[in-house]
């Protein structure tokens, strides 16, 4: 089966290397206008004298229609998408898109709006933000949500600026935000940004919170615990009842980062256990397209206490049943975006709730889990898992077994692109050395699970037996192992002449 794959992958090399400039030939066009009907104007009586040129634009690649197309679908196939195959990148919820989602957010009253437009004339974009900003309470039980965040990171900025609001209103804004040691990076870096010093709280042995240890951080400092639940582990915080209670007590808020929502989505509501503001990231657990840094969508849900703060402007209705924008918000942080965030993310996300309805979310949140579980059972034979046991949506492996023959996770990663499969998150969980944090949510079928299985046990027999291949992989892109500190130090961002610079 893993062969087929690796075939498969192969056939997706293009061999024609043409670039766009190369293949220019002068006076090759890719374009036909009519002819010019009216009396032909001297340039600078339409335009301003200092917008006119006065030199050619030179070097400019001329092509035909044809040429440029091709160009770009080539360029396309040298990459990998969720729509090639699986996409394990943990912890980022890489699921499909479904397409009815990017069907209704093309719709022209939605995709062509002015994001000036003035509110009763574009009652039906408000309608779509309210009524996903209810859906999302509903499905965290918190009381309010603001859908201006671009991301799940700045929705965490969004979140710890309410909490400081509402501090700085009890008199003390505190200094620290607890976080534990298997956070995801943006969580500190949030905390730095609004002003807060980052204390880490160690995890136990089965990568849940340690309690004693919070207790004993717990202070009158602390702002907030911000945590994520599942962890990065893909471990749920049994305890975390208990942490809200020792967070509240102390008088702090607690924060959860709700990027790993597609283990709770319908099962379960963070209001539940205590939690007060939290992110979701509609591009993850809600379908939306993300990767390369395009658009997303991180709001903010939060209790009651904090919905003071949430950012302005909030849509209200009207008595006459209109929707309006009410800026007089006087507790309020502000906006923290230009309108109201990404609003052809919000159409896709609204869009996949609409269409799941509450027992669809169950079921998507249980096939995730069950799809989860069933490459952690198939694979703990093969490979080390430094937290044994159930896992939620996602599951870490790491690269102990295979280290002995000097094989790392990053080579096991690039050879599973020669099997047709996105590599799986390596970067974090920081708590587990050489990670391969694998989450196949439940878009996949098993037979997409059987074949990344199967590679996985593959690349570990190649593993024992030929290191030095895996060293070398991956073998059939169209670009081989980079030099990533130097692509990453040194980024080569504009076109040469390919002659020897
Ligand atoms: C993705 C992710 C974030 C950050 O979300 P962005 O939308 O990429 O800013 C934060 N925490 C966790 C656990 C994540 O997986």
């Not at 040129?53 to 360029?75: A, C, K, N, Y």
């Amino acid at each position: 089966m893993s062969k087929n794959r690796i075939k498969k992958a192969t056939t997706h090399v293009v061999q024609n290397e043409g670039l766009l400039f190369e293949e220019s030939r002068p006076g090759r066009i890719g374009y036909s206008i009519p002819k010019l009907d009216v009396p032909e104007q001297p340039d600078d009586q339409l335009l301003d004298r200092r917008l006119v040129r006065d030199d050619d634009l030179e070097g400019m690649p001329e092509l035909s229609e044809v040429d440029v197309i091709r160009h770009f679908t080539r360029l396309s196939t040298w990459n990998y998408c969720i729509d090639h195959g699986l996409y394990p990148l943990g912890s980022c919820t890489m699921k499909y898109n479904p397409r009815i989602n990017e069907k209704i957010a093309r719709i022209e009253g939605f995709a062509e709006l002015h994001p000036l437009t003035p509110a009763r004339l574009a009652q039906g974009a408000l309608e779509v933000i309210h009524h996903l900003e209810k859906c999302l309470a509903q499905i965290t039980g918190l009381a309010a949500v603001t859908s201006q965040p671009a991301a799940g990171a700045q929705g965490e900025m969004t979140g710890l600026m309410m909490i400081r609001a509402a501090l700085t209103e009890r008199g003390n804004p505190r200094k620290k935000v607890l976080i534990p040691d298997s956070a995801h990076g943006t969580n500190p870096a949030s905390a730095v940004i609004c002003g807060y010093t980052v204390e880490t709280v160690p995890s136990r042995s089965d990568g849940l919170t340690d309690l004693d240890e919070l207790r004993k951080q717990m202070s009158e400092d602390v702002a907030a615990l911000m945590l994520t639940n599942p962890n990065t582990l893909g471990k749920f915080e049994q305890n975390i009842r208990e942490i809200c209670g020792i967070v509240h007590e102390g008088g702090g808020f607690v924060y959860m980062d709700g990027a790993n929502m597609n283990a709770l989505a319908g099962v379960t509501k963070p209001a539940s256990f205590g939690i007060d503001v939290m992110h979701l990231n509609l591009h993850k657990t809600f379908s939306t397209p993300h990767g390369g840094g395009g658009p997303g969508a991180g709001p903010v849900a939060v209790t009651a206490e904090l919905e003071p703060y949430l950012p302005f402007p909030r849509i209200s209705r009207a008595e006459d049943g209109m929707l309006a924008l009410d800026f007089d918000r006087p507790k309020s942080v502000g906006r923290v975006r230009a309108f109201f965030g990404n609003f052809g993310v919000l159409v896709r996300a609204l869009a996949y709730i609409l269409t799941h309805g509450d027992s669809g979310l169950r079921e998507a949140t249980e096939t995730a889990v069950l799809n989860a579980n069933y490459i952690a059972h198939h694979l703990k034979d093969t490979y080390d898992v430094p937290y044994p046991g159930r896992v939620m949506h996602e599951v870490v492996f790491s690269d102990k077994r295979q280290l002995k023959y000097g094989v790392r996770n990053a080579d096991i990663a690039k050879r599973l692109i020669d099997y047709g499969f996105y590599p799986p998150t390596m970067s974090f969980p920081l708590v587990v050395h050489g990670a391969l944090m694998v989450e196949p949510t439940e878009t996949e079928g098993r037979e997409e699970l059987d074949l990344f299985i199967d590679a996985m046990k593959s690349i570990d027999g190649e593993a024992s037996e030929d290191p030095a291949l895996l060293k070398h992989a991956p073998l059939t892109t169209k670009v081989g192992r980079l030099d990533e500190v130097t692509a990453a130090r040194k980024p080569v961002l504009k076109w040469r002449s390919g002659k020897g610079d």
